[in-house]
C-alpha cells in the first residue's frame, strides 16, 4: 500500500478515534475531523465515504488482527488459552471497541465483523451448540459493556465453563 495513503488514512482514524473520546460520532463534522487530522477534504474522500466507514473500516482492520492473535484452531486444542488470548485481545484494544460501541454497534461488530461466528456452517450445529454461540456472544458483550472489570484469566474461565457446547470456532 502506498505510504501516503497509510498515513493519510491513520491521520484519519487517529483523530476520529481522539474526537470520539470527547463527542459522540453525529457530533463530528468533517471539516473539524479533516482539520485534526490535518489532511484535505478531498483526502478524507478519496478513501472514505464518511465517518462511518472510517470506523467500519477500523473495524475490519480489527478483525483481521483478533484472527491472527487468537486464532480458531486454538480454541479445539485449548479452550482456556483461547479465550484468555481473546480477552486480552479486548483489553489490549479497549479504546478502538469503546469507539466501535459508541458509533458502529458492538453487537454488530461481535457478531459480524470478529468472525468468531460462521453463520454459514449454522445450519449444520445443533441447537445446543447454537445456544453456546449465543452465550459467548453475551458474555462477551456484557464484559465490554461493564468495562472490562474482570482478568482475563477470569473471562476465560467464565468462558469455558458456561460455553460447554460449543465444539468448534469456524474461521
Not at 482492520?61 to 487468537?70: H, P, Y
Not at 460501541?101 to 449454522?122: C, E, Q, T, V
Not at 445450519?123 to 465490554?144: D, F, H, N, R, V
Amino acid at each position: 500500500m502506498d505510504k501516503r495513503k497509510v498515513r493519510t488514512m491513520y491521520s484519519i482514524s487517529k483523530a476520529l478515534l481522539e474526537m470520539m473520546a470527547e463527542n459522540e460520532l453525529d457530533q463530528i463534522s468533517i471539516t473539524d475531523l479533516v482539520s485534526k487530522a490535518n489532511v484535505s477534504r478531498t483526502a478524507f474522500y478519496r478513501y472514505y465515504t464518511s465517518k462511518e466507514d472510517v470506523i467500519k473500516v477500523l473495524s475490519k482492520n480489527l478483525s483481521e488482527n483478533q484472527m491472527k492473535e487468537c486464532p480458531g484452531e486454538l480454541y479445539l486444542k485449548d479452550k482456556y488459552a483461547y479465550f484468555n488470548l481473546l480477552f486480552a485481545f479486548f483489553r489490549k484494544n479497549k479504546e478502538l471497541f469503546l469507539a466501535i460501541k459508541n458509533a458502529y454497534s458492538l453487537n454488530n461488530y461481535i457478531i459480524s465483523d470478529l468472525k468468531l461466528f460462521d453463520f454459514k456452517g449454522m445450519t449444520k450445529l445443533s441447537y445446543s451448540e447454537a445456544a453456546a454461540y449465543g452465550e459467548m456472544i453475551m458474555i462477551i458483550l456484557k464484559w465490554l459493556s461493564s468495562g472490562m472489570e474482570e482478568s482475563d484469566d477470569e473471562m476465560a474461565q467464565i468462558c469455558v465453563s458456561n460455553v460447554g457446547q460449543l465444539k468448534k470456532i469456524e474461521m
